[in-house]
């Protein structure tokens, strides 16, 4: 039984023969690493927004200044790409305050914003989703008029209205957003669902006995889950460019919270000047949005269906 013993770990930890590789194919799993490391536009988009997310969440340790401090003595000066002093890399904004450090905060207004409002977003439209899907009937023919009503509301009007009526503030927008922007979730997981609630497996969780809810959590969801990361990476950047539209208005984040779209308002009568103040965080928002829709449109491309084996 002893001698035995070595010959079995030697023959688990033998490496794979590449004659057999070559009969059976790769793994999924290296079909799944082939296809995100060939898949430039998701390892783009994907290390782009771990970057701004890793300054967002260490921005007390790299800003250089005080995003809140006011120096009326330094006031517009000017970036160090156009001349200005490097104590002020991006140079400072019409009270004084440190561009750069504004902007550098400002990416923790965005991401939270986008995260949290696409989280709350994504609970609301994935449980109507996939009761409408699942349950069918009366149950999917509410959800289908209630998705219809919201596509008639015009979000960025409604948004403006509530924000206008309530006041503006990151608890304010984040709820507005998060309550206004379900209803893709709602449309994608009612499909999936569709699709996912008649294979074998679902019919075998209800033919020995699973309850609803059991083959909900476990058969159901996580069949549609790369479905819905996809919807999650779009809503997000949805609802940080929602946010910036009503920060440029007056309506968003209200001053000195540092915001992107706050900072395109307040440069935006010295644009034709200075456009230095509406061009950086103007940039910085349009990166940011573009590596989170890259990175959702790389997931999307990684994980169909037709593209497993």
Known sequence: MSAAMPRATATAAAPRDPLLEE????????????????????????????????????????????PYAQDLMSRME????????WDHVLG?????RDYLSR???????????????????????????VA??????????????????????????VALAVVAVLGGSLEVVIGVLGLLLWDRFAVVMRASTLQVRGREYVAAARAIGCSTPRILLTEILPNILNALIVVVTLEMAHAILLEAALSFLGLGVQPPTPSWGLMVSEGKNMMLFEPWLVLIPGAVLFVLVLAINLMGDGLRDVTAPENRS
């Open 23 to 66: 009969i059976t194919g790769p793994t999924p799993g290296q079909m799944l690493r082939r296809r995100i490391f060939g898949h430039q536009g998701f390892l783009i988009g994907t290390i782009t927004l771990l970057v701004l997310l890793a300054i967002a969440l260490v921005a007390p340790l790299i800003a250089p200044h005080d």
């Open 78 to 85: 000017r970036p160090v790409f156009m001349g200005g002093d």
């Open 92 to 96: 400072t904004d019409h009270l004084g």
């Open 103 to 129: 902007l550098i905060y400002g990416a923790r207004v965005s991401l939270l914003i986008g995260g949290v409002a696409a989280l709350i977003s994504g609970l609301i439209g994935t449980a109507m989703g």
């Open 132 to 157: 409408a899907g699942y349950f069918g009937g009366r149950v999917d023919m509410v959800v289908t008029f209630l998705i219809n009503v919201r596509l008639a509301m015009p979000v960025t009007l």
